[in-house]
Structure formats: C-alpha cells, structure tokens
C-alpha cells in the first residue's frame, strides 16, 4: 500500500512547507504540486521540502474544474505507470492539514482499514486566528492558532486506486468524487481537516487582494467564481465568499483577540496533531510568550504553561489579558495545588468587568469541585521543569 498526496499551488510561499512536511508526516511516500503560475517563492520552496512538481499550467481566472481536472491527470499517469496494488491518493489545497483525530497517521489508519472501503470523508475545522505569530514557516499552524470552528462543511479528499480496477475521479474542489457506475464504500467523518485560510494578516490581505483586484483589462481572478454565485442564486448582484472575507479579514482579527484565553477545551485533540519535530519544546525564533502559555496549556503540559504565562504576566500592559492569563495560570496550578488555584482566582470575583468575573467565577466553580479532575491521575498531568530544559 502508498500514500501519496497531490495538491495545486498559487503563491502559497507562507504556509507550503509546513503543508508538504505535515503529508510526508502522515505517511506520504510522494507529494505532488500543481503550480497555477505563482509568482512568489512557492514552488521553490515545495520542492526543498521534499515535493514534486508534477505539473504547471496558466489560468486567467481561478478555475476549480481546471485545477481538479490537472489533478486527476497526475493521479491516473503515476498510477498508470506504478506497480503497486493499492495507492491511496490525499486531495488537499496548500491550507488544508487533515488529521486522525487519534494516536494514529493517516497511513496507519488507512492500513487497518477493510480493502472494500474506497474513500474516505472529513469535516473542515476553520482555525481562528487569536495572537500573533498566527503561524511561523516548516512548523503546524494548529501550534499558533488553536482555536477552531467545526464546520457543516465536508470533503472527500482521500480515494484508493486499486490496480486493473477502474479509476475513481476527484470533483468538486474534492467535495465529491465520481466513479465509472460502481459502488465505492466510504468511510464517513474519519478526518478533521484543519483549515488556515488565515496566516499572518498581511500575508492573508495580499493573497486576497491578489485574487479581488481588476486587471488592466477590467477583468479579476475572482470573474469566474463570481459568475457562479450569481446563477446559482439567481441574482446579479451576488458574490463569492471570497469578497465578504476580504472586507471581513481585519475584524476578525481584532474580535478574536481575547477567545482562546477563555477557551477551556478545544474541539478536537490538539495533543493527537501530527507533528514533525517535538512540540513541548517550541522555543523558536519570533513565537512569543502567549503563544507558548497556550500551546503548552492544551498540550496538558502546566508546568511549562505556568512558566511562560507567570513570565507574560510581569510585561502585559492589556488589563483585560491580564485577568485573563490570571486565569490561565489558576487552571494551570489547580492540578498540582487547588488552595493556591483558588486564591489567586478570588480578587478576580470582584472584577468590574462581567464577561470576566463571571468567567472566573465559572473556573472557581469547577476548581472547587472535588470530583472536576477526578478523572485524570495529576501527576501524570504535572511534569518536570528539568525534563524539558536539560
């Protein structure tokens, strides 16, 4: 059995290195690009990372039937001239890091799996962009941007050719696929496909204006998709959702500001994302303090959450941050010592501001409760300063 992926590219230079390191990550033996003529470093740095470029093509507008009809193409040629069995084919856009939501790779889970289950299917997890740096070159950008939505949106990106059997398509931007009459099982909701549309801010406005902005001949990117949304809802005035994100882009980011700090869980298993380096020492170049707090703090790991948010707690101006991380650091002192959780949590009961207090209040709450963390052993859940600064 292979894994191999294939994606198309359009001046991706920011997050395409972590996309073809994260494939190789989750067992691909290959990663093929597309490039759709970029004009930044995209294709350069794919291939560092260790992808192919399987082919190239020129578009006026952003076509997803031309780039998923290229796709195929390098899907049915390798397997035309492959030996193998059985190729499982990963379908993704250079924004898109699918996971099993368990211990497992996507190749180990596609190896115990029955050989009559022919795709498998996923929902799109939107990452929201919280703090900076929002995302850093060669690193996962879950490990920057935590926070996620769980859309109704899903797609079927992984598809198995089998030898002398006739060929499944991809369609629809990977939404669907097409076969030649014959029944294909599919494995239903077995990926989280991680989504970051947005990057760091300036990066994201550019890319976006990119697509929007007219031409010299009074034509956009955009056109084509434009057109769709105007006859698929009957109305010339309609656009695609790229428009809408473009004007929304700046918003987003400042209304997100505060949200991780009082997130209690994330929706999906951030311990379970497929790394390609050890992520409980994340001490690189231009991550900050509050990244590193919140990382380690879903990785389960408080001591070193409580290290690095006591450190932000002495240089924060942001008073609302501060109550905030205040409250971070009790959760995080709450399993190894709950009187000291609760006494730093108790000025915060008195905040003026209501979202915080009651905030705090609800983690008062749950500290207090003898049987909260019953179910988690807190020395396994408290580790050793000196296991990670030897």
Not at 51 to 71: G, N, P, T, V
Not at 232 to 259: F, G
Not at 300 to 322: G, P, T, V
Request: one cysteine or more; charged letters at 25%.
């Amino acid at each position: 059995m292979l894994l191999n992926a294939v994606m198309c590219v359009w001046n991706e230079e920011d997050i395409i290195e972590s996309t073809v390191k994260h494939l190789f990550a989750q067992g691909c033996s290959n990663v093929f690009i597309v490039d759709n003529a970029s004009t930044d470093k995209t294709v350069d740095i794919a291939i560092n990372a260790g992808a192919i470029l399987a082919d190239s093509f020129e578009s006026k507008y952003f076509d997803d039937m031309q780039k998923i009809s290229h796709l195929n193409a390098v899907v049915l040629n390798y397997n035309k001239h492959s030996n193998e069995d059985c190729i499982w084919w990963l379908y993704v856009d250079a924004d898109e890091f699918p996971n099993i939501d368990c211990e497992l790779h996507i190749i180990d889970f596609l190896k115990s799996l029955d050989s009559s289950v022919k795709a498998i299917s996923g929902y799109m997890f939107d990452h929201i962009p919280t703090h900076p740096p929002y995302s850093i070159p060669g690193y996962h950008p879950a490990d920057f941007m935590q926070l996620s939505t769980k859309t109704h949106t899903s797609k079927i990106p992984l598809l198995r050719h089998d030898k002398n059997k006739p060929p499944l398509y991809s369609a629809g931007g990977a939404h669907t696929f097409a076969t030649c009459g014959e029944y294909m099982s599919t494995a239903l909701e077995a990926l989280n496909i991680h989504h970051f549309n947005y990057r760091i801010q300036e990066n994201t406005l550019r890319r976006l204006k990119q697509l929007l902005m007219q031409n010299e001949d009074g034509t956009r990117r955009i056109d084509l998709l434009d057109n769709k949304a105007q006859l698929h809802k009957k109305n010339a005035n309609s656009k695609s959702m790229y428009h809408e994100r473009y004007n929304r882009t700046k918003l987003i980011y400042n209304e997100s500001r505060y949200k991780l700090l009082m997130t209690d869980e994330l929706i999906y298993s951030y311990n379970n994302i497929t790394r390609w380096y050890n992520p409980h020492k994340l001490e690189i170049t231009d991550n900050t303090l509050l990244n590193q707090g919140l990382h380690y703090f879903f990785l389960e790991n408080y001591d070193l959450a409580l290290f690095k948010l006591s450190d932000l707690l002495k240089i924060i101006n942001d008073y609302r941050m501060q109550m905030l991380i205040t409250i971070k650091i009790a959760l995080c002192l709450s399993f190894t010592d709950k009187k000291e959780a609760l006494f730093v949590l108790q000025p915060l009961l008195k905040c003026s501001d209501t979202e915080i207090r009651d905030y705090a209040e609800k983690q008062f709450v749950r500290i207090n409760d003898d049987n909260v963390f019953s179910t988690k052993d807190s020395k396994q859940m408290t580790f050793s300063m000196q296991t990670y600064f030897r």
